[in-house]
């Protein structure tokens, strides 16, 4: 039909069914949006009908946010005055050991130049003696062929910052530099007076053994007497070419350890002008 309507029966029902259109509009339809909507324009108003205040809002803001700041300021400034003291504790502490240092230093330096004097004063006297003779040599000229001495530096307090990583609290950055590089440079002095110690105990006492006694000379420096100069005496040397070459290369490695003790030396002086130089800060 033309209505709309369909008069055949549905499934054999005899039922008539209507071919349903859509429902009716609702005429309140579309009225929902603006009735029931959210109005998103932002209030300048606070619930009452007042006005908000903002001043009062942003000045406190800046309150809280100046607060904070000032109190991690606060915080770095106390971290940073610490951090002075403690530099100032391990300047001290720095400035201790380093005195001390120069100190063993400067005396294993003399006497690596009087042990330098008398190795020449022997190489001297071989020099001028012909091959085959026997010479009498003071004792004091053979103490250098039985004894070398080493200055054992204090490294305590550095070792400890550098462990710690507490050798950042100095501030200076050159003195920080050569004490980082400090330890090294002991380190190969040391191995340098291990070379001349094994040296003179292992090859040169062994090697001269067959020209010259050289027990009275040991035993008078293991009890620390030879540098009384009320000990004296001589021994019998007897010159020939293997006597020459072992005493040459004695006096040789003397001269060297003369330099380097000098090198260290003012090192260590260099060092410590810094330290005094920080601790003034």
Known sequence: MSGGLSTEPASGTGEEVR???????????????????LDVTPDSRAPGGRPLPWLRIVAEGVVIVTSILL????????????ERSQERVALAALRLEFRENIARFTRAHDYH??????????????????????????DSL?????????????????????????????????????LAGWPAEV?????????IRDFIFERLIAGLA?????????????????????????????????????IGQRALLGRLVVLQSETRLEAARRILDLIESGSGR
């Open 19 to 37: 071919a349903d259109t859509a429902p009716p509009e609702d005429p309140r339809a579309g009225e929902g949006s603006a009735a029931h909507g």
């Open 71 to 82: 109190a991690f300021g606060i915080d770095a400034w106390w971290e940073g005055r610490q």
């Open 113 to 138: 130049v009087a042990s330098a004097g008398r190795l020449a004063a022997l190489e001297d006297l071989l020099t001028a003696s012909r091959d085959g003779v026997t010479v009498q040599v003071p």
């Open 142 to 178: 053979l103490r250098p062929l039985v004894s070398f001495r080493t200055p054992d530096p204090a490294m305590g307090t550095l070792n400890t910052l550098l462990a710690s990583g507490r050798i950042e609290l100095v501030r200076d950055p050159a003195l920080q530099q050569a």
């Open 187 to 195: 380190e190969d002095a040391s191995e340098d007076e291990r070379m």
């Open 210 to 246: 067959d020209d010259v006694d050289l027990s009275p000379v040991m035993r008078a420096e293991a009890a620390e007497v030879a540098s009384d100069p009320s000990v004296s005496g001589s021994s019998p040397l007897k010159v020939d070419g293997g006597t020459r070459a072992l």
